[in-house]
Nanobody, 114 residues
Framework: VPLQACGGGLVQAGGSLRLSCVVSGIRLSNYDMGWYRQVPGKQRELVAGISRDGSTSYADSVKGRFTISRDNAKKTVNLQMNNLKPEDTAVYYC?????????WGQGTLVTVSS
């Protein structure tokens, strides 16, 4: 399943970015989806998840700053990131919010300068 994440870039601390992930080839409404991030040398971590019914869950480090949403008709999963901090710098990926994952896509790099 192709997972195409985009929207990353360089932003100053306190700024905002909106990431989008286009999920092709499947009925998105059948899957719980999540956004993950990875810093070199560290394990990939779940940042936010959204279930099929729209329920959401967030890592403590991003609660109150990030918002995950989905548009099943457009086959997209979005991550609105506000009040970004340097420690949010990472490559961000979308995938299933499940122990069983699709093949990981390329991800999109977010760099937050202090």
């Amino acid at each position: 399943v192709p997972l195409q994440a985009c929207g990353g870039g360089l932003v100053q601390a306190g700024g905002s970015l909106r990431l989008s992930c286009v999920v092709s080839g499947i009925r998105l409404s059948n899957y719980d989806m999540g956004w993950y991030r990875q810093v070199p040398g560290k394990q990939r971590e779940l940042v936010a998840g959204i279930s099929r019914d729209g329920s959401t869950s967030y890592a403590d480090s991003v609660k109150g700053r990030f918002t995950i949403s989905r548009d099943n008709a457009k086959k997209t999963v979005n991550l609105q990131m506000n009040n970004l901090k340097p420690e949010d710098t990472a490559v961000y990926y979308c995938n299933r919010w499940s122990a069983v994952k699709f093949i990981w896509g390329q991800g999109t790099l977010v760099t937050v300068s202090s």
